[in-house]
């Protein structure tokens, strides 16, 4: 274990948000059993949340797998970078930052950046996009240094649900500078966040209030552009190459008679997937970032997820019942040995449709405690 490094007055200033906050799994025992053994989450968390004030610091990645906050003493700032092996986030002194044998030269910016940067997929993933980017900025409020920051310093603005989400959040495109073209920055001050998971995987309840409270007030603007709403909505995968329904011309005539609607998450904006989620009552797709749009569900949507085996992993387990969601789940037979998330990611689906329908038409039957099933 190593000891806690002590930073001088002039090195850094600390705002403490949430000091030892515990965050626990919500969910039933079968499906804790379940998990991936590769991706076991913890039952139980706890992160001291803070935003740190970096005079005349330096902020350095590589858009995968390492953010480094430099102090103007060169000095690694702990609690605010990251370092990940393997998808998982590793020790400071691991950070390799320290393996570097070349940098190029700091982009200078004057004034305060806030650094929004965040390792793994989030880059280039709408699902880490809103559990490991935008919620920084509420950390940043909580601080009472929002009006301090002249320079928002985010992963990547090349998807539209990027930019739009920003925009939303009121942040102007002139004050965001990118993390895929400016890789190393330096600024009068820097002020970065812990991440807004820590150093695991579980997603605290502020989190979901923050996304809930910044998007679902859109849910209730008029928008005459909007297709028909369906208060059934399936979210296909047809758009990526991995996590595939094979069966899913089948599925999709099992769900015909229920009214479903199938739909592509990507091909919609922010605000089509606010308004369509916020009015649905069921919504039902397997496993991937386009799910990450159940928090514009209201309270007491049913919420169906296929996995596959081979692949049972958070986050939206954890999500559902922090938001108050009818949470249920089906799980697929895998049709070889997975080892690790890297192949369980990429793992197609067979859906048992019987499975399906046992759970809609449930759904019409009286309410009473109800058993969650696995195929």
């Not at 998982?88 to 982009?107: D, G």
């Not at 197609?348 to 809609?360: A, D, R, S």
């Amino acid at each position: 274990m190593n000891e806690p490094v002590t930073y001088g007055p002039r090195e850094l200033f600390v705002h403490t948000i949430y000091p030892a906050l515990t965050t626990n799994l919500e969910i039933p025992e079968d499906l804790f059993e379940a998990c991936s053994e590769y991706w076991k989450p913890k039952k139980k968390v706890q992160t001291d949340y803070m935003v740190v004030e970096v005079p005349n610091g330096r902020i350095y990645t590589d858009n995968e797998s390492s953010i480094a906050v430099v102090s103007q003493y060169n000095r690694l700032i702990e609690n605010v970078s990251l370092s990940l092996m393997s998808g998982k986030v590793a020790e400071p002194n691991l950070n390799n930052i320290f393996e570097q044998r070349f940098f190029t030269p700091p982009h200078k910016v004057e004034g305060t950046v806030f650094s929004m940067l965040t390792g793994g997929a989030g880059i280039n993933n709408i699902g880490h996009w809103f559990l490991d980017v935008l919620p920084r900025l509420h950390l940043l409020r909580e601080s009472g240094l929002y009006d301090k920051v002249d320079w928002f310093y985010v992963p990547s603005l090349r998807y539209s649900y990027q930019t739009e989400t920003l925009e939303l959040l009121g942040i102007p495109s002139e004050k965001i500078i990118t993390g895929d073209k400016y890789t190393h920055v330096a600024a009068d001050c820097v002020i970065a966040s812990t991440a807004p998971r820590g150093n695991h995987t579980l997603v605290p309840k502020w989190l979901c209030n923050f996304i809930q409270d910044s998007f679902m007030p859109f849910a209730e603007e008029d928008d005459d552009s909007m297709e028909p709403e369906t208060p059934y909505l399936y979210i296909s995968r047809s758009d990526s190459n991995i996590r595939n329904v094979l069966n899913e011309k089948e599925l999709l005539e099992v769900l015909e008679p229920y009214g479903f609607k199938s739909i592509v998450s990507s091909q919609l904006s922010i605000k089509e997937k606010i308004k369509l989620f916020s009015r649905a009552k069921v919504v039902m797709g397997a496993t991937g970032a386009g799910l990450v749009s159940m928090f514009f569900c209201k309270p007491g949507t049913k919420f169906i997820e296929i996995f596959n085996e081979a692949f049972v992993v958070e986050p939206f387990y954890d999500i559902a019942p922090k938001i108050d969601l009818d949470y249920e789940y089906i799980i697929c037979k895998g049709n070889r040995r997975v080892r690790n998330a890297g192949q369980g990611q990429r793992e197609h689906l067979l859906v048992e449709t019987e499975k399906v329908v046992e759970i809609l038409d449930r759904m019409k039957a009286p309410k009473k405690h109800q058993r969650v099933e696995i195929a």
